[in-house]
């Protein structure tokens, strides 16, 4: 169990409880009376900055959502008030990321990302006709039919799932491949990801349907 206190009240040391000193208390982190108790998102945001991990502080911060115990803008409202001693800046990156407020600027980091890499900047928000609707592809790699979806936390609530999934296939059955990418997980394992689409792109599906795509260009 971890519990904040003040900086200059004395605590015993009790088994099984890790005390952490916090300079002061943020107006209104109070919840309900009784055993003090603070509010989920002032809560959250303080574990984020005890972590042991970037890891672990985001996992923290996206199941206080998941499990709506508070919203993405309570997080967002925490993160302004709260001023913890380490990884801020990332904190606060990932508090638009649970909030699914920054998802437009995931499709940019990941644009940055290719050119790091020397790999081509992708087109983004592609329009495409999918049977008898319409549908925005996050990324597409259209010389390569390789289509990459950054998935902000709304696309875990709900029926967004289903949705998601009934436009892959129809964009897999169309004839160009889908990966996915949790933006989040991008931020955490940005190596791993873009060797995956790396891998894709250099794949000889890909290559045989860039030739493709040039010769229909002719």
Request: net charge positive; with cysteine; hydrophobic share 45%.
């Amino acid at each position: 169990m971890h519990i904040s206190a003040v900086h200059n009240h004395n605590v015993s040391q009790i088994q099984g409880v890790s005390v952490h000193k916090v300079a002061r208390r943020v107006e209104g982190e109070r919840r309900g009376t009784g055993l003090p108790c603070t509010q989920p998102a002032v809560a959250a945001v303080r574990a984020a900055h005890w972590a042991v991990s970037d890891r672990q502080a985001a996992t923290l911060m996206a199941m206080t959502v998941l499990q709506r115990l508070a919203t993405g803008q309570h997080l967002l409202d925490a993160v302004a008030r709260v001023r913890g001693r380490s990884r801020r800046a990332f904190i606060h990156r990932i508090a638009l990321d649970v909030a699914d407020g920054a998802h437009a600027l995931g499709e940019l980091e990941f644009a940055a990302a290719c050119r790091r890499r020397g790999m081509p900047e992708p087109t983004r928000q592609s329009l495409r006709r999918l049977s008898a609707t319409h549908a925005y592809l996050d990324v597409f790699f259209e010389e390569h039919g390789i289509v990459v979806e950054i998935d902000g936390a709304g696309h875990q609530w709900g029926l967004k799932a289903l949705d998601d999934h009934l436009r892959d296939n129809a964009v897999v059955i169309g004839g160009d491949r889908v990966l996915r990418i949790n933006v989040i997980g991008l931020r955490l394992h940005e190596d791993e990801f873009m060797e995956q689409v790396k891998a894709a792109l250099e794949s000889e599906w890909a290559q045989a349907n860039r030739r493709a795509f040039r010769k229909r260009g002719r």
